[in-house]
Nanobody
Framework: QVQPVESGGGLVQTGGSLRLSCAASGRTFSRDVMGWFRQTPGKEREFVAVIGWSGLPTIYADSVRGRFTISRDNAKNTVYLQMNSLKPEDTAVYYC???????????????WGQGTQVTVSS
């Protein structure tokens, strides 16, 4: 079992950057697919990015491609989401989650963190 814990959220101005981290306990991390999702009030949780257990492949939502980068360090049991050129519409609670398969759908992910708030001011 892998329990993710997100950190790194905060308040940033438009055009700024943040790096989210997700530390996942458990001995299976290096074989888990890791994904990032985000959610705003009244909306469904949406896919942001996913990374395979080896670091490849990586898949991004159209809305973040070219601005966000997902990476992982299996020695540290940690996955990262580098977010650049942030926009107000990126404001959301960001969640990381684990899966056994590469997927952009929520149902494929078994374990979820508690989320970290990202707020981008205009």
């Amino acid at each position: 079992q892998v329990q993710p814990v997100e950190s790194g959220g905060g308040l940033v101005q438009t055009g700024g950057s943040l790096r989210l981290s997700c530390a996942a306990s458990g001995r299976t991390f290096s074989r888990d697919v890791m994904g990032w999702f985000r959610q705003t009030p009244g909306k469904e949780r949406e896919f942001v990015a996913v990374i395979g257990w080896s670091g490849l492949p990586t898949i991004y939502a159209d809305s973040v491609r070219g601005r966000f980068t997902i990476s992982r360090d299996n020695a540290k049991n940690t996955v990262y989401l580098q977010m650049n050129s942030l926009k107000p519409e990126d404001t959301a609670v960001y969640y990381c989650a684990t899966s056994r398969t590469i997927s952009t759908t929520r149902n494929a992910y078994a374990y979820w963190g508690q989320g970290t708030q990202v707020t981008v001011s205009s």
